[in-house]
């Protein structure tokens, strides 16, 4: 994935998208560091330093942190290789951090509960300065497109482009599946497996790390959140010492 990821067409690639969440990111940064759960190519993380806040990122990829030290200014974001449930930065170095945040999806390559508890856990006690925050952009399932006895929802259809979300209700497992053909027939196919969490199970998950909600947004436009998003973007506190 990481040799096409920048490629990617999706509206959370464009210039005024990314320039909308660096804006909102850094204000929530208040001037202090802040830490990118799997940071891969530097798609915010980059943006996000030459408005001036000091960016660390955790990432599980190696292929996504070359990709991020072959950008411009790529050298400058340091980089903690591992498991971003559980691994920690060097706070000694690194933090602890104003502001730490997964950005579009990324919560949900953690594909078990427990993982995704341990991951706001670390984040929280670990990793967040009192008072700090953070913020989680993840989208709510479209299962209300399902048609009864199904399980699939296409997203995206075209001459030589097909994708769809296979979801598992019962386990909160899911599978986007790609399939692309070239004009000489040849094709290409990949599986990319998340779990969904619905945005009421955040909440829950952030208790025992003691975060509190200070905002849920519909996303980075900061609008309402309401029965009809699709994506969701709640910002939690952790309380001063």
């Not at 619905?198 to 003691?210: S, V």
């Amino acid at each position: 994935m990481a040799e096409r990821y920048d490629e990617s067409s999706g509206p959370e690639f464009r210039a005024d998208a990314i320039a909308r969440t660096v804006d909102v990111l850094a204000e929530l940064a208040g001037g202090g560091k802040a830490l990118e759960l799997g940071v891969g190519t530097g798609r915010i993380a980059l943006p996000l330093a030459r408005r001036g806040v000091p960016v660390h990122g955790i990432e599980p990829s190696r292929a996504m942190v070359r990709r991020l030290r072959a950008e411009p200014g790529g050298e400058s974001i340091g980089v903690t290789l591992g498991d971003f449930a559980t691994a920690q930065a060097d706070l000694t170095a690194d933090g602890p951090f104003a502001l730490v945040f997964p950005v579009f999806r990324t919560l949900m390559n953690l594909t078990g509960q427990e993982a995704q508890v341990a991951c706001f856990r670390t984040a929280a006690a670990a990793h967040l300065a009192p008072g700090g925050r953070f913020p989680v952009e993840a989208m709510v399932p479209e299962l209300r497109k399902i048609p009864a006895g199904q399980n699939t929802v296409p997203f995206r259809t075209g001459p030589g482009e097909w994708a769809c979300t296979a979801y598992d209700t019962v386990t909160q497992d899911a599978t986007c599946h790609y399939l692309q053909v070239i004009p000489d027939g040849r094709g290409t196919a990949r599986t990319v497996p998340f779990r969904y969490a619905w945005p009421a199970e955040p909440d829950l998950m952030t208790r025992p790390a003691g975060l509190r909600l200070r905002d849920r947004w519909d996303g980075w436009t900061r609008a309402p959140f309401t029965e009809h998003s699709t994506q969701h973007v709640p910002v939690r506190e952790k309380p001063p010492a």
